[in-house]
Structure formats: C-alpha cells, structure tokens
C-alpha cells in the first residue's frame, strides 16, 4: 500500500516538474540568431527574442512583374535580385530608390536582352523570383540566372518560398507556394544553429506586439537574412487588421512594425513541423494555433513578456 501511495506521489510530482518546465520561460542568453535582440533559449527549446516585422510578399501570385507597378506588382522587381557585372561590381537592386528605378532596371534590361547568362554582359541572382540555370562570372559561380515566368500566362514571375508543398513538383507552379494574404508564416535565416533545434520550414511559433498584446501563431515560411520579416497575413493580424486578399500598393505594408518590438517565439522541435498541402493552406492556421496551445498558450507566453 505505502509503495502504491509512493509511486502515485512520485508520478504526481514528475508530471508537476514537466508542466512546469512547459509553463516556463527561463533560459540562458542567446546570441547566435541574426535580427534578433535579447534572445534567449529556453530549457525546452524555445528561442525567443526581440525584434521588429517587416513585410515580405514572397509566395504573392501578383508579386513580381517586369514592369512593376504599372502591370499592378505589389513589389518592385529591384527588391528580387543581386546584380553581378564584369568589372567585378556587384549590388543590390533595392540598395536605394536611385539604384532600384534606374541602375538596376537598366542593367537588368542590358542582361535580359543578352539572354540572362552572358558573363561578359552580367548576370542576376534572382532570389525573391524563382530562377533557372547558372553561370560563372569572375570565377565566381552565381544560380538562379534566368527569372521564371508562371505558366498561366499572367506575365507574372513566379515568387516562391522555401517552405513549399512538395507533392506539386514543378517549381514553376505558383500553387506550390505558400499564399502570404493568408497564411501567418515568418522569415528566418539560414542557420545550422536554427535547424538543428527544430526552426525549420514548417515548424511553428508565435509572436505578439508588445504594444497591441495580440498573439499571432504562425509557421516558418520562407528564408532570409535574419529574424524580423513576416507575411501581410502575420503583419495584419498583429495589427488587429482582418486576413484579406485585398492588398494592394497603397495597404500592402500594413501592419508593418518598424521598431523593435515585437516577440518572437519559435517552438522549434518542441512541436513537430507540418507539410504544406495547397490544397487547404488554412491547415497551416489550424496547426499554428493548435501548436500554440500545446507549447504553452497566453499563459506561458505572458511569462515570456515580462
């Protein structure tokens, strides 16, 4: 009787040490994450920090087009490529708006009408555009040369994200995509230190603006240069705005948060990632906030605020 009494005591106890632990938000300081500020990673996990959200369209089916605003492009096509030239310079389109609507527009013409992969004309890496081929320039080799155009004669480029549904296999098919009108997903950089704690394609997290106090379950959807970019979808939510695909030149920033100071919360492999099916992209929704629940909830995360 006493060791049936003593076993129930000690499984009480274990299972009040682990929800605990669930419910925590100690950790130790973290600085290995690009973008962001005072982070942290927790004893299950987590990583968490501060940042701002910044918009990214990538994945949007009216994206990128070559004549941009006038053919009604949300993003202006200097914002999708790196520009390499035979003198050895090479630059981002959106470095400046001089730079953006006239060197790299001219310099991007020059290279099209050469055929995208004469090194002695220059080259572009498209990233935010989906690009095919490769060639060398300088000893230097540079992929994703020749910008795709979606199949559906739209005459728009196709954008992708790196979190993509794998069962539709041409790259080429903007469907593959993840939409980001509807889908509250988040950028991050490449990283070993990321992925080998879980913060890969289709793992989940959540984030809340410390001055709007709306929590935000999201997926990761796409790769960047740091933490600190998000869909319109995540941008609008955060906001109190409602998911609409209504976006347009004149509302696609809206929401955009350009201080420092939005949670960012990434559960890592503490809930599995999902797969992408574009079939019911509100899948994703359902998961992000399924796993929001199962890491913590509003409770673990007001403790993460303070």
Not at 241 to 258: E, H, K, M, Y
Not at 297 to 306: S, V
Request: hydrophobic share 40%; with cysteine.
């Amino acid at each position: 009787m006493r060791s049936a009494l003593y076993a129930i005591v000690t499984a009480v106890f274990s299972l009040t040490s682990a929800n605990a632990q669930t419910a925590s938000c100690t950790g130790s300081a973290l600085s290995d994450v690009r973008g962001l500020r005072n982070g942290k990673i927790l004893e299950d996990g987590t990583i968490l920090g501060i940042s701002n959200l910044h918009i990214n369209i990538d994945g949007y089916a009216k994206a990128y087009h070559p004549r941009n605003a006038v053919a009604g492009a949300l993003i202006h096509l200097c914002n999708a490529g790196e520009v390499f030239l035979p003198n050895g310079t090479r630059y981002h389109g959106s470095v400046d708006n001089s730079t953006c609507t006239g060197r790299f527009m001219n310099d991007v013409a020059r290279i099209r009408d050469a055929g995208w992969r004469d090194p002695s004309v220059g080259l572009v890496r498209w990233y935010g555009i989906f690009g095919k081929g490769e060639a060398r320039i300088r000893g230097q080799r540079v992929k994703g040369i020749e910008p795709v155009f979606q199949e559906n004669g739209s005459g728009f480029f196709v954008s992708p994200t790196s979190f993509a549904d794998q069962i539709l296999t041409n790259a080429a098919d903007q469907r593959r995509y993840v939409n980001p009108l509807r889908v509250p997903a988040a950028v991050v950089p490449s990283s070993s230190f990321l992925t080998e704690r879980g913060v890969v394609m289709g793992s989940f997290g959540v984030a809340i603006d410390r001055r709007t106090r709306v929590p935000v379950p999201f997926v990761v959807g796409d790769a960047g240069p740091r933490v600190g970019e998000g869909t319109p979808a995540l941008a609008r939510s955060l906001a109190g705005l409602p998911i609409t695909d209504d976006v347009t030149r004149r509302n696609r920033f809206a929401g955009q948060v350009d201080e420092a100071r939005v949670l960012w919360v990434f559960f890592g492999s503490t809930i599995p990632p999902a797969k992408y099916n574009h079939m019911d992209e509100q899948a994703l929704v359902r998961s992000a906030k399924d796993a929001f629940s199962r890491w913590g909830g509003t409770a673990r995360l007001d403790r993460c605020l303070h």
